[in-house]
């Protein structure tokens, strides 16, 4: 007489910190965007503070975000839209991202990734096979403002930047001028030259320092650290957008 077991596979679950629907910064048409738990990397302009701890996000299945998307389908679709996940950093929780990833991209709903690259390597290429798009943020081309402005190291952003190159993942560039901190012209053009030698970047955006997210530091009693720095001025802004396109760059 034989005997069989059966087992049940735990669904596959995450931590969270909310979604919302954004338009023309998170990708391509209306997104619904899904912000993820967890950033190993303490940028001093960080505009989420309340994302850095897995601890202080919810538990969520991979279910209960697919239906929580598909509710929002029909908006998106007809908007030219699709999913970002976001964060903190969406790389932290790697099968939970690919997870999502994969069943957007099977449901027919185009996929970005919104990363500073600096978990990369724990993004395997099928979870990037499942990715349209993917929002590389690069936050100084300098090393040693990289390390003072995130307390990070750069050199694994630019190696995942040379990958996505190599698999032909389309990629936009986010790069935050921040005066006195991202604003140094030889950087930039070493960045330029950088990306100009990929062939898989779309565009740039050089997205202005802002302080838009000082009532959360106040609300979390946590000191922000560039309260003082003021925003460029478009000038400056304009500057660097140049400097961009001087190498064959679409800089917006």
């Known amino acids: 007489m034989s005997t069989s077991t059966s087992t ?3 669904p596959l679950t995450g931590r969270i910190h909310s979604w919302d629907l954004s338009t023309g ?4 048409g209306t997104r619904f965007v899904l912000f993820l738990s967890g950033c190993p990397l303490r940028c001093l302009y960080c505009s989420n503070p309340d994302t850095w701890h897995m601890r202080d996000g919810r538990p969520a299945t991979v279910d209960e975000v697919m239906a929580e998307i598909e509710k929002y ?3 998106i679709t007809a908007a030219g839209g699709g999913v970002t996940l976001t964060g903190g950093e969406a790389l932290l929780q790697p099968q939970f991202t690919g997870e999502i990833l994969r069943r957007c991209k099977e449901s027919g709903l185009h996929t970005a990734l919104d990363t500073s690259g600096f978990l990369g ?3 395997s290429d099928a979870l990037l096979a499942d990715t349209d798009l993917v929002l590389l943020d690069i936050k100084s081309f300098d090393i040693r403002t990289y390390r003072k402005l995130t307390g990070g190291d750069l050199a694994p952003t630019l ?7 190599r698999l032909g993942v389309p990629v936009w560039i986010r790069y935050v001028l921040v005066p006195g901190w991202t604003d140094d012209p030889e950087a930039v053009d070493g960045l330029g030259a950088f ?3 990929l062939g898989n970047v779309d565009r740039v955006d050089v997205l202005p320092f802002h302080r838009l997210g000082l009532p959360k530091y106040e609300a979390l009693g946590i000191p922000f650290p560039l309260r003082d720095t003021p925003a460029p001025d478009p000038g400056l802004t304009e500057r660097v957008r140049e400097q961009f396109r001087e190498h064959g760059l679409r800089a917006l």
């Open 159 to 165: 190696t995942f930047a040379t990958r996505l190159d």
């Open 25 to 28: 910064v998170d990708g391509p």
């Open 195 to 197: 990306l100009a030698g």
């Open 8 to 10: 049940t596979t735990a």
């Open 73 to 75: 389908r029909p908006f």
């Open 121 to 123: 390597a724990r993004a």
